[in-house]
Structure formats: C-alpha cells, structure tokens
C-alpha cells in the first residue's frame, strides 16, 4: 500500500482543529501540528498538545503571520488542512501563498528511463493545423497526424530544457507518443504539408512561462 499523506493541520487549538488531528492521527497518517509558541503555555490548550504528542502527532511552532515558519511546516508534509477560526478566513491566503513557496522546484520524478520520446504541440497550433486540414483535399480521408519535428523529445530532454516549474505548464500542452511509424498512403503530417506554418517550438512555449 502507497505510503499516508504526511498532514499538517492548522488552527488545532480550536473547536474543531482538534477532531481533524485525532482522526487523523488514527488513520495513521504522519500528522503535524502547528501551534504557536504563546499557546503552549495556555493551562488548557497545553494539556490538548500534551494529548496530540502522547498520540504520535509533531508539533512545529508556528503562527499565520509569521511567513517562514509557515514555508518550514509545509517543507515536512503533502497535504495541508486549515481549521483556523472564521475570523482567520481571509487570512488564509498567507497560507497559500507558503504553500506555492514551499513546493520543491528543483526535483522532477522520472518514470521509467525517461527516454521515451513524445510529441508536444501547443493548443494554438493543434487549432491551426486542424482548420487548415478542414478544406485540404491532401487530408481526404487521411489521418493527419501533428508530429512537428524539433518538438520531439523524451522526458530527458525536456528536462535539459525546463525548470521544474516550466515543466508542469509543459503538461497542459499536447503530449502524444510517438510509438508508431506514420503510413504516407493513409496519413500525413502536419508540419510538412502546411510549412508556412511556424509552429511553437518547445522552447518557445517554455519561454512564455520565465
Ligand atoms: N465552532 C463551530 O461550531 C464550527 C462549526 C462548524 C464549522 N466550523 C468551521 O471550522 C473552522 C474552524 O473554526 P473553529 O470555531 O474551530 O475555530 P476556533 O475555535 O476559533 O480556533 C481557531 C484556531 O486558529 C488558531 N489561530 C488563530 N490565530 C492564529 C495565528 N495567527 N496563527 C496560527 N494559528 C492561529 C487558534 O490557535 P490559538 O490557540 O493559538 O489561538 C485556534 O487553534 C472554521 O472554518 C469554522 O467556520 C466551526
């Protein structure tokens, strides 16, 4: 069985943060707690942290206005869960915006050996080749295939080229195998019937995101 979610909870000290970290806790999920420094010395919120340690969860120190301890916290967990009282609401958003400091940007996770190569065509393009192909009788009952040369590459390559980060908006552009030969008396290939068509190259797509 995959490994629980490491889960940090926020706003433990409150009505209803406590329920979180127990039945989380008792889902054997690593749990992690943050309190901050003044509440532990608060006679009856220090007997509910006492009760949080004696079942397994780690207390970090921390406090909503208090950015890096907050980027700290999220660094140890995948998954964090808010219960902070309703007059935090808005303030939640110096959560989130620990959370999209936190995630690592120099780590990628290759499957396999990452040499398998695939075709990448940004959504533009898919668009233009496809009405060009609309009144084109060379795609008569052809499949045209998008295989733009310069924009095949393995998972290897593409890493050469991109941040961490630029390859996730990688991903929402087409990714298609290219596990197959192309049959020139069934199909065609976009790129090389429409040339004048100066398609996205991977680069270029990348840049956008710098
Ligand atoms: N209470 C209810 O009956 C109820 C019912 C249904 C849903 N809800 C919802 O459940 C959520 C939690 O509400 P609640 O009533 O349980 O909240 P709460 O009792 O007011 O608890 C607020 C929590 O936020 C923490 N907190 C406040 N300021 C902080 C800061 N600057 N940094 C870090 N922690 C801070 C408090 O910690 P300290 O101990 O350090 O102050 C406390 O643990 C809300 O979305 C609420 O709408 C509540």
């Given at each position: 069985m995959a490994a629980k979610s490491k889960i940090l909870v926020v706003?433990?000290?409150?009505?209803?943060?406590?329920?979180i970290v127990k039945a989380s806790a008792e889902a054997e999920h690593p749990t992690f707690v943050l309190v901050r420094e003044s509440t532990v010395s608060h006679p009856e919120k220090s007997k509910l942290i006492d009760t949080f340690k004696s079942s397994g969860v780690t207390l970090l120190y921390g406090d909503l206005?208090?950015?890096?301890?907050?980027v700290k916290a999220?660094?140890?967990?995948d998954v964090v869960i808010s219960t902070l009282g309703?007059?935090?609401?808005d303030d939640?958003?110096?959560?989130i915006a620990a959370i999209k400091e936190a995630p690592p940007r120099d780590k990628a996770v290759?499957?396999?050996?990452g040499n398998v190569q695939a075709v990448y065509v940004s959504e533009e393009d898919v668009g233009t080749y496809t009405i060009k192909a609309a009144d084109d009788p060379r795609t008569l009952n052809k499949t045209l295939y998008l295989?733009?040369?310069?924009?095949?590459?393995?998972?290897?390559?593409?890493?050469r080229k991109s941040t961490f980060q630029k390859i996730n908006f990688l991903r929402t552009s087409?990714?298609?195998?290219?596990?197959?030969?192309?049959?020139?008396?069934?199909?065609?290939e976009a790129s090389e019937i429409y040339p004048e068509v100066k398609y996205t190259s991977v680069d270029n797509y990348l840049n956008a995101f710098v």
């Open positions: 706003g433990v000290t409150g009505y209803i943060g406590k329920f206005n208090d950015h890096e301890s907050l999220i660094k140890e967990v309703g007059q935090q609401t939640q958003v110096k959560l290759i499957l396999g050996d295989r733009p040369p310069s924009n095949i590459l393995s998972l290897r390559q593409r890493l087409r990714e298609v195998s290219t596990n197959y030969e192309i049959d020139p008396s069934s199909c065609v």
